[in-house]
């Protein structure tokens, strides 16, 4: 079973508007983080934002949030105001490792490209 | 600067011919990782390594083999590289302590282009 699950392979946006890129995950350890890195298409890969599994509040990072649901194993990214630099792949994370038996890896979803029209 | 670099950047080889990506990091992480990334796949774990001479298999081992004879280094080797490797390869490190896994303590090197003809 996948542990991370990105919905969307394919998304567009109107340029200044805002939108959301889904992100499910599994696991079973209580403590865990939750990554979202920025691709473009020069290839490196750009952390944009991290939440933890025992944050009270969900994650901000300028135009970026992180729409943290626990009970329904969701972490939804969220960009406001869509700029064309935004054009790139989208990989939600998962680290599991506070405790059991994970070394802490980092597992990737296969990703999202998302698309801003001007 | 801390960074994590890997090299080549980009490469052509040919099937059989071994090759070696390295990968350096100047932070004193313990953990360290390589990734592959195939379109429609996301990335994807090859071998990870908890500190200097403890390497373990990844989700996607086959055809690859590591060292971590020093803490800074962790090089990928491709024995006998197939046209079915070519990838893109991510090397990434880490403290290995869990009470710091929190934020961005993950490290990426900018990523090699592989192709094997």
């Known amino acids: 079973a996948q542990k991370i699950t990105q919905t969307q392979p394919g998304m567009f946006v109107q340029e200044k508007e805002a939108v959301t890129l889904d992100c499910t995950y599994d696991t079973s350890d209580p403590s865990y983080g939750l990554f979202w890195y920025k691709q473009p298409s020069s290839g490196e890969m750009i952390f944009l934002i991290y939440?933890?599994?025992?944050?009270?509040q969900n994650a901000t990072e300028g135009r970026y949030s992180l729409n943290f649901q626990k009970a329904r194993k969701s972490a939804n990214l969220v960009i406001s105001a869509s700029q064309l630099g935004d054009s790139a792949m989208y990989f939600c994370a998962m680290r599991e490792g506070f405790y059991g038996g994970s070394q802490g890896n980092l597992i990737f979803g296969k990703g999202t490209k998302l698309s801003v029209k001007p | 600067e801390a960074q994590v670099t890997q090299n080549p950047r980009y490469l052509i080889t040919v099937t059989g011919k071994k090759l070696t990506v390295t990968c350096s990091q100047n932070?004193?992480?313990?953990?360290m990782s390589w990734y592959r990334q195939d379109p429609g796949l996301g990335l994807r774990q090859i071998y990870y390594s908890m500190n200097v001479e403890v390497t373990d298999k990844g989700d996607v081992p086959e055809g690859y083999k590591v060292s971590r004879k020093e803490k800074r280094n962790f090089p990928l080797i491709l024995e006998s590289p197939s046209p079915n490797q070519t990838s893109l390869y991510f090397c990434a490190s880490s403290p290995s302590d869990r009470t710091r896994f929190s934020g961005n303590t993950i490290y990426f090197g900018e990523g090699s282009w592989l192709t094997v003809v």
């Open positions: 939440q933890g599994s025992y944050d009270q």
């Open positions: 932070m004193n992480h313990e953990y």
